[in-house]
């Protein structure tokens, strides 16, 4: 199983920017897409935005323009730069990963999420 470790979350005021992190733990790895869902008390997780192979991505209409999503293919990582951050914006966000991890003697897909990390954004 490919374990996820998410950091950069926080407490900000409205306007600041937060960068948040993903790190995938094995190392060979076939990343088919990386991305982050956001979840909010009683309400389904949502797509915030994803990073596919060939750097092709997509965003939330909610967070266009303001957040970015990048990935470092040689340290299995992807980041989530977030500015002009609205109290809206609060959440507990998950990194998800999905693609092909490589062992010694086999293969297999796998799709993975982090333990989730809080962004908390004051008016």
């Known amino acids: 199983q490919v374990q996820l470790v998410e950091s950069g979350g926080g407490l900000v005021q409205a306007g600041e920017s937060l960068r948040l992190s993903c790190v995938a733990s094995e190392t060979t790895l076939r990343i088919r897409a990386m991305g982050w869902h956001r979840q909010t008390p009683g309400k389904q997780r949502e797509m915030v935005a994803v990073?596919?192979?060939?750097?092709?991505?997509d965003y939330a209409d909610s967070v266009k323009g303001r957040f970015t999503i990048s990935r470092d293919n040689a340290k299995n990582t992807v980041y989530l730069q977030m500015n002009n951050l609205k109290p809206e914006d609060t959440a507990v966000y998950y990194c998800?990963?999905?693609?092909?991890?490589?062992?010694?003697?086999?293969?297999?897909?796998?799709?993975?999420w982090g333990q989730g990390t809080q962004v908390t954004v004051s008016s």
């Open positions: 990073i596919k192979s060939g750097g092709v991505t």
């Open positions: 998800n990963v999905e693609g092909t991890v490589y062992y010694s003697d086999y293969a297999t897909d796998f799709g993975s």
